[in-house]
């Protein structure tokens, strides 16, 4: 399937064809990670629930910055 890359306000983007955002159960405001590789880019639909678990572990790790080092040495 091709898609074309359009100007949108200052920046480039992509229009995803209805169907295809259906097929995956995406709409408006969901976010996709972008990767890159040697043979091209891909998207792929992001984790929110493992993006929450990520930020939780962050401010604990935050938290509990020295102990934490403590216990690493």
């Given at each position: 399937?091709?898609?074309?890359?359009?100007?949108?306000?200052?920046?480039?983007?992509?229009?995803?064809?209805?169907?295809?955002?259906?097929?995956?159960?995406?709409?408006?405001?969901?976010?996709?990670?972008?990767?890159?590789?040697?043979?091209g880019?891909?998207l792929?639909?992001?984790?929110?629930?493992?993006?929450?678990?990520?930020?939780a572990?962050?401010e604990?790790?935050?938290?509990?910055?020295?102990?934490?080092?403590?216990?690493?040495?």
């Amino acid at each position: 399937m091709n898609v074309t890359i359009r100007k949108i306000g200052n920046s480039e983007g992509v229009i995803l064809p209805r169907e295809v955002l259906e097929r995956h159960n995406l709409k408006s405001g969901d976010q996709l990670v972008l990767h890159e590789n040697d043979q091209g880019i891909s998207l792929t639909a992001a984790d929110q629930h493992f993006d929450r678990q990520l930020e939780a572990a962050q401010e604990i790790m935050d938290q509990y910055k020295v102990a934490l080092q403590k216990l690493a040495e």
